[in-house]
C-alpha cells in the first residue's frame, strides 16, 4: 500500500512548479488522439458511424483523419474515492458501486484505487487483477477533510508516469471521481489542477452527489469544478440526487467508456510552440452530437 500525504504547502510548490515534474504535462503530441463519444438527443450512445461520418478542426482548420476505429481500447483508469468524514454513512454504498463499475473492466484494462480526505492514499496501485482492486475499494475509511484538488494531481501524475512507462498497449486514460461536496483542504488550488487535466490526455468523468443543500455557495463552487473538469477533457459530471442512484451512475459511466469511437491526425499546423489549440469534432448525422475533449497543447521545440 502506498501512502502519499501532501503536509507542507513547499512540497506542493515544487510538485507544481518543477520543469521536471511538469514535463510529461507539457511535451505535447505529434500525433493528436481523440476518444469520441456520440449521442443522440435521448443521451443514447451511437456506434455505428463510420469514419467519412466524422469531421475534425483544429484552431477552425479542418484536420485530415489518419487513424480511425470503433473497437474498444484498453483503458487506464484511475478511481478516486472521497472518504471524508461526510461520508461516513455513505461509504458502504459507494464501496458497492465502485466495486461493482470494476467487475465490468476487461481483463486488458488497467485500473488504481486512491481514496482522500485530508491525506491521499493510493489503495491500489495500477494492476487488471478485480479481486485486488475490489478489496482496496473495501479498505477506505471515513475521516477527516476533503483534499479534492490534491488527489486528482496525484492521480493525474500516476498516470502520466504509467504511460512513461513503456506500456506496449495503447490505452485511453480516464479517471471517474466521486465527491459529495466541494474541496477544504487541498494546497494545490482549482485552476492548477484544470490547467495540469488540460495537459494530459484522461479523460475525466465526475459524480457530486447532491445533498439537502443546494443553495450554498459551497454547492454551486463544487457544481463547477465538476463541470468543468469534465468538459474540457471530454469526460460527462453527474450529479445523482440519491445515493441509491449511484449504482446506475458508475454503469452508464462504463458504458460510454465501451461505446468511444477512438480519431487520430497529424496537425496541419506544423509550429512547435507550445500554444492550445482548440478541438471541435461534428458528426454528419441528424440529431447525433459528439463528446471530447476541448483542445491540446502543441509541441515543443524542447
Do not use: C, W
Amino acid at each position: 500500500m502506498k501512502r502519499i500525504a501532501l503536509l507542507a504547502a513547499a512540497l506542493v510548490a515544487a510538485l507544481v512548479s518543477t520543469p521536471s515534474a511538469q514535463g510529461t504535462f507539457r511535451t505535447g503530441v505529434d500525433v493528436v488522439s481523440l476518444n469520441v463519444t456520440a449521442v443522440d438527443p435521448s443521451n443514447h450512445y451511437v456506434t455505428d458511424l463510420d469514419e467519412k461520418d466524422f469531421s475534425v478542426f483544429e484552431d477552425g482548420v479542418k484536420q485530415d483523419l489518419s487513424f480511425f476505429t470503433r473497437k474498444q481500447q484498453a483503458i487506464a483508469l484511475s478511481l478516486l474515492l472521497d472518504s471524508s468524514a461526510s461520508m461516513e454513512d455513505k461509504l458502504p454504498t459507494l464501496q458497492t458501486a465502485a466495486a461493482n463499475f470494476v467487475k465490468r473492466l476487461k481483463s486488458n484494462d488497467l485500473a488504481q484505487v486512491i481514496d482522500f480526505d485530508s491525506r491521499v492514499e493510493i489503495r491500489q496501485g495500477f494492476t487488471s487483477n478485480q479481486n485486488q482492486l475490489q478489496a482496496a475499494i473495501q479498505q477506505t475509511s471515513a475521516g477527516g477533510s476533503t483534499s479534492l484538488y490534491n488527489a486528482i494531481y496525484i492521480s493525474l501524475k500516476e498516470l502520466a508516469k504509467m504511460k512513461a512507462g513503456g506500456d506496449d498497449d495503447v490505452r485511453r486514460q480516464a479517471l471517474v471521481l466521486f465527491s459529495d461536496g466541494e474541496d477544504t483542504s487541498s494546497l494545490i488550488s482549482f485552476d492548477e489542477v484544470l490547467e495540469l487535466a488540460k495537459r494530459s490526455e484522461t479523460a475525466i468523468f465526475t459524480i457530486a452527489l447532491r445533498g439537502a443543500d443546494t443553495q450554498s455557495k459551497g454547492f454551486h463552487e463544487a457544481e463547477f469544478v465538476m463541470r468543468q473538469l469534465a468538459q474540457e477533457t471530454g469526460g460527462r459530471s453527474f450529479f445523482p440526487a440519491k445515493l441509491d442512484d449511484l449504482n446506475g451512475v458508475y454503469a452508464e459511466i462504463a458504458d460510454e467508456l465501451a461505446s468511444q469511437y477512438t480519431l487520430g491526425y497529424s496537425s496541419k499546423n506544423a509550429k512547435r510552440d507550445g500554444a492550445y489549440r482548440r478541438i471541435v469534432v461534428q458528426i454528419d448525422r441528424p440529431n447525433v452530437m459528439p463528446r471530447t475533449k476541448r483542445g491540446y497543447y502543441a509541441p515543443t521545440s524542447r
